[in-house]
């Protein structure tokens, strides 16, 4: 199963300010691991005043309800698809379209694991 993520958190609250994205994060306690809802708002109040190391956040996983934001819209999203995603020059696989902006707003892409 294929896993979206931001590993940056300003991205992740750019993407539910203008997008409305949900996310979610690993939580563990001894050897168990679970995955909990996070707000963002809250973690970047908490952030801003004790700094982004005060979340031991790696990665902020979307969430399975804010999953369709990522399927393309043709009528109102501008879409790359070559060798390198124009905001990070990562390589995008040519079967895969990725969004850069939506209805002029720019679209932070996720990364991705399986």
Not at 6 to 20: E, R, S, T
Not at 53 to 66: A, T, V, W
């Amino acid at each position: 199963m294929t896993r979206y993520f931001y590993a940056d958190p300003l991205a992740a609250a750019w993407m539910q300010k203008h997008f409305g994205m949900k996310f979610e994060y690993v939580e563990s306690y001894s050897d168990d691991s679970w995955m909990e809802p996070i707000d963002l708002d809250r973690m970047m109040k908490i952030a801003g005043r004790y700094g982004l190391d005060s979340y031991q956040l790696e990665k902020l996983y979307i969430h399975p309800d804010s999953l369709p934001l990522l399927e393309v819209n043709g009528s109102t999203d501008l879409t790359h698809n070559g060798l390198s995603n124009a905001v990070d020059a990562k390589p995008v696989p040519k079967d895969q379209n990725r969004i850069i902006l939506r209805n002029g707003i720019p679209f932070h892409w996720p990364e991705q694991e399986q």
